[in-house]
């Protein structure tokens, strides 16, 4: 059964009834792609927004997806791990984080807690850091 979408996004308030209900839309005033995803009927957390997670608060790093198929002859390190690769945002069905170590998390099991209060400048920088990876496996 398909999730039920919002008539606006709650977002940025795009009418999605109109367009066709894209899983991805544009912002009205930006143009920038919007992170509301109504499959998942949430927003996907963006580079600098903070998680807990079992008692510690995460700071999210980037993206990562499910490699499928796994490649034929590739070798996880962590052989009860499913392989995975970095991605962009709209791709993503995992989050990254870094705190007191680094923790990966499914977008469900995520919930935004407040974001880091530094400069775009410096999440801009953050962005590009994490750009160098896409497309790189993980596991």
């Known amino acids: 059964m398909q999730p039920r979408c919002a008539d606006a996004c709650p977002i940025c308030r795009v009418d999605l009834k109109r367009d066709g209900f894209p899983i991805h839309h544009q912002h009205g005033d930006t143009g920038e792609l919007c992170p509301y995803d109504w499959t998942r009927g949430r927003s996907v957390p963006d580079i600098g927004d903070l998680f807990a997670d079992d008692g510690r ?3 999210v790093t980037g993206w990562l997806r499910r490699t499928s198929p796994v490649r034929p002859g590739s070798v996880s390190f962590m052989p009860d791990m499913v392989p995975m690769t970095f991605c962009t945002r709209e791709q993503a069905e995992y989050v990254c984080g870094s705190g007191v170590g680094g923790v990966i998390r499914r977008l469900d099991d995520v919930t935004v807690i407040g974001r880091v209060n530094w400069s775009e400048e410096v999440l801009a920088q953050e ?3 994490f750009a160098v990876l896409l ?5």
């Open 57 to 59: 608060t995460y700071r």
């Open 127 to 129: 962005r590009c850091s």
């Open 135 to 139: 497309g790189k496996e993980l596991f």
